[in-house]
């Protein structure tokens, strides 16, 4: 039985002292700074290399979105005048449709140069043209231009195209 005893405390102290080293390496490798290795400057070179290959991915990857937004900006400004296009498309098909040319609305690219000219040299070059045209003309032009206008015009045609401005 003394054997018994001595194994089992031999045993027990064997195991104590396997934990406990086992125990003390682990500690030991937490507490002990990693140690820079050292690199061989070839490696280094190749490694610089590297760098600036990502340095480049990066920027190449910063001007795509710059790129994108500013494509972003181009599509919203793009969409907007589609919006307004089919907007004014609707406009004119519901007006039962527009004349041809530049002579829709306001558009009629000859009603600045009547604006700019003065009512008396005005007034005879529109005595001259048919109702229609007089009535687009005027259509786009201030009151008071008119008025002045109509004012230099032969009395009958001024009354014939205040009938066809008025309507009637």
């Not at 061989?40 to 001007?63: T, Y």
């Not at 043209?129 to 259509?139: N, P, S, V, W």
């Amino acid at each position: 039985m003394r054997w018994v005893r001595v194994g089992l405390l031999t045993g027990l102290a064997v195991k104590a002292v396997i934990v406990g080293a086992w125990w003390w390496t682990s500690v030991a490798h937490a507490e002990r700074p990693v140690a820079e290795a050292s690199v061989a400057p070839d490696l280094f070179a190749k490694s610089r290399g590297f760098r600036e290959l990502l340095e480049a991915v990066r920027q190449r990857g910063e001007e795509l979105d710059r790129r994108e937004q500013a494509l972003a900006t181009r599509e919203a400004a793009v969409k907007a005048l589609e919006q307004a296009l089919a907007e004014a498309a609707g406009r004119v098909e519901a007006g039962g449709g527009a004349p041809s040319g530049e002579t829709t609305g306001c558009g009629v690219a000859v009603t600045k140069i009547y604006q700019s000219m003065r009512p008396e040299e005005a007034a005879p070059i529109i005595d001259r043209l048919d109702d229609a045209t007089a009535t687009r003309i005027f259509g786009c032009m201030r009151e008071k231009q008119i008025g002045a206008i109509l004012g230099a015009m032969n009395r009958e045609r001024a009354v014939a195209v205040t009938k066809a401005l008025a309507g009637g």
